[in-house]
């Protein structure tokens, strides 16, 4: 049931121009944030989305995918610390889960948002959880350049690869993943780092008083619905 999502929800592909670093990539990084297009493939055929994403590391994330024709938000994921939650604000509707739950329905495989945000970034860097789970690096198996950058990654059935690099830097531009039950290819377009925030309280989750909570089928059939 759940692997159904990313062919229910991911509609459309984005049209921006071509992918651009907005700035040099600093030492340290604190704020990520831009845009990008996903397509996955699989038994069910494809389906394509566009994106923004908003990342405070080392422990928050936005994700937010819009209809293209309309301009329309579709849903949201708001990870916060030690809570996920995937939103559907026209119905002011949610479901809260785990984190890997949460970016599983997005992309269609398990990732934390640590490794989400290494995929984005194009540098692997290992944190122990506040629980003392620690994702260490034997989980995953990474092919480097002669630069040091990262060609691509295996973890388990689980295979990515870069194709394509931003403007000379080791940010993927391209990327494209194999999975058993669907391959999928992620075009950056915009990306940018440490910039002031726009809004405060990106991440707070202090709204969802107004908002109701449901089961994932409830979010499934509304989503299904309005596509």
């Known amino acids: 049931m759940f692997t159904t999502l990313p062919f229910v929800l991911l509609l459309l592909v984005c049209c921006r121009p071509t992918g651009v670093l907005l700035q040099p990539v600093p030492v340290k ?3 990520i944030e831009g845009h990008a297009s996903l397509k996955i493939s699989g038994e069910r055929g494809s389906a394509r989305s566009k994106f923004t ?3 405070q590391l080392p422990h ?3 994700i937010e995918v819009s209809d293209f024709l309309l301009g329309r938000t579709l849903y949201q994921i708001i990870v916060d610390r030690e809570r996920a939650v995937f939103l559907v604000p026209s119905k002011r ?9 949460i970016i599983d329905y997005f992309l269609g495989f398990r990732l934390s948002l640590d490794e989400m945000i290494n995929l984005i970034k194009g540098k692997w860097e290992e944190r122990a959880r506040e629980s003392g789970r620690e994702r260490d690096a034997d989980s995953w198996s990474l092919r480097k ?3 040091g950058r990262i060609l691509g990654g295996t973890r388990g059935n689980l295979h990515f690869e870069v194709k394509e690099f931003l403007s000379g830097s080791h940010i993927p531009r391209i990327l494209i993943f194999q999975y058993p039950l669907n391959s999928g290819r992620l075009k950056m377009l915009r990306v940018d780092f440490n910039r002031p925030a726009k809004k405060k309280n990106a991440f707070s989750l202090s709204f969802l008083v107004d908002y109701r909570r449901v089961s994932w089928e409830e979010i499934e059939k509304i989503l299904a619905d309005e596509n």
């Open 29 to 31: 990084v604190d704020r």
């Open 53 to 55: 994403f908003l990342f």
């Open 60 to 62: 928050q994330g936005r």
């Open 93 to 101: 509707v949610y479901w809260e889960g785990e984190e890997e739950e």
């Open 145 to 147: 350049d002669e630069r």
